[in-house]
């Protein structure tokens, strides 16, 4: 229902997967690599895992950060230069992504019977795609 109200607007839909965890899932290419992305509306700002730094040829800069996780923990991010975001053929956009180590993350995930991930997309990507998400049909709608 909603997919036929948003494409006439120029909505792109991507089709989401449900994990046995209950997150919502998609399949994005960082820089030509395909990627399985958590969709975290909570999350600032979007991060692939340090392990898949060279896979996905992200280039960081040298800072590193401190940012703070969703409990009271402190993080070390190294961010990066921009990188291409496409689902299947179609360029979405241009993002700097933090690389962080995603190892307990993706412990929780394995214990829960959950796949994987190789990254988050955060709050960043979904304000710049005028992002929706409907639940119902799993779909998640961005306006480029």
């Given at each position: 229902m909603l997919k036929t109200?948003?494409?006439p607007h120029g909505f792109l839909s991507i089709k989401l997967k449900e994990t046995k965890s209950q997150h919502l899932v998609a399949?994005?290419?960082i820089n030509k690599k395909n990627g399985l992305f958590l969709i975290d509306t909570?999350?600032?700002?979007?991060?692939?895992?340090?392990d898949k730094e060279g896979y996905f040829s992200i280039k960081?800069?040298?800072?590193e950060l401190e940012i703070s996780g969703a409990g009271s923990e402190?993080?070390?991010a190294k961010p990066s230069t921009s990188s291409t975001i496409e689902y299947k053929e179609t360029f979405l956009l241009k993002l700097k992504f933090f690389?962080?180590?995603?190892?307990?993350i993706n412990s929780s995930l394995s214990e829960q019977g959950s796949t994987t991930i190789d990254g988050i997309i955060g709050a960043?990507?979904?304000k710049r795609t005028n992002a929706i998400i409907d639940y119902k049909s799993k779909n998640l709608f961005?306006?480029?």
């Open positions: 109200i948003l494409k399949q994005l290419n909570g999350a600032s700002n979007s991060c692939i895992s340090l960081r800069t040298q800072d402190k993080l070390k690389l962080l180590e995603m190892n307990a960043d990507f979904l961005l306006k480029l």
